[in-house]
Structure formats: structure tokens, C-alpha cells
């Protein structure tokens, strides 16, 4: 009972999913996906570069800011433990927030926009 009762939903599914179909055809019909990628790409890019300067670049400097004080902090009671201060990971999430803070002046030229 159980198996025909799963059969039957599948059949159902299966015979909805192929009347709710609806075909998808690029570039009113004449079948050029690669236009209509450009197309969509070349309406986006302004937008997609915008939020990425605005929204992505500055949250990922904020999270390796905080990251570079915490680590800094740490590193420096390790030192007053220890007496030894270990330079690689402030060193290493400095050189990345470097990085990110002047992404966005160089990264448009090597993405070609």
C-alpha cells in the first residue's frame, strides 16, 4: 500500500512538473546563450562593482581588523607570559588587511571592468 502510494505521488509529480514546464530560450529565441551573458553581464557590472566596493571590501577589513587587534592583543600577553612575542600571525593578517584596503584601486583593472 505504501509503495503505490509513493508511485502514484511520484507519477503525480513527475506529469505536474512536465505541464508547469515552461521552456527558457536566450536572446528572443534564436538560441544565443553567449549574448545574453554578455548582455546580463554588461547591465550588472556597474551594480556588481558598486556593492563590492561598497558592501564586501569594507565588512572584509572590518573582520581582519578586529582579527589583527585580537591577535595583536593575545600575541602581546603570550609576550608578558613568555617573554617572547611572536610576530607571524599579526604579521600575516596585517599584510592581508593591506591588501584588502587597496584591493578595490587595483582589482577592477585585472577583472577587466
Known amino acids: 500500500m505504501k ?50 566596493n561598497n558592501v564586501v571590501f569594507p565588512a572584509l577589513d572590518m573582520i581582519l581588523a578586529i582579527f589583527f587587534f585580537v591577535k595583536l592583543g593575545s600575541a602581546y600577553f603570550d609576550y608578558r607570559q613568555r617573554g617572547q612575542f611572536e610576530w607571524a600571525g599579526p604579521a600575516i593578517l596585517l599584510a592581508c588587511l593591506i591588501f584588502t584596503l587597496t584591493a578595490p584601486n587595483y582589482i577592477w583593472g585585472i577583472v577587466g571592468m
Do not use: F, Y
Open 3 to 52: 509503495r503505490k502510494r509513493t508511485i502514484c505521488m511520484a507519477l503525480t509529480l513527475s506529469t505536474a512538473l512536465a505541464l508547469l514546464c515552461v521552456p527558457a530560450l536566450a536572446a528572443g529565441g534564436t538560441g544565443d546563450v553567449a549574448s545574453a551573458v554578455e548582455q546580463t553581464w554588461t547591465a550588472a557590472a556597474g551594480q556588481l562593482k558598486t556593492i563590492v
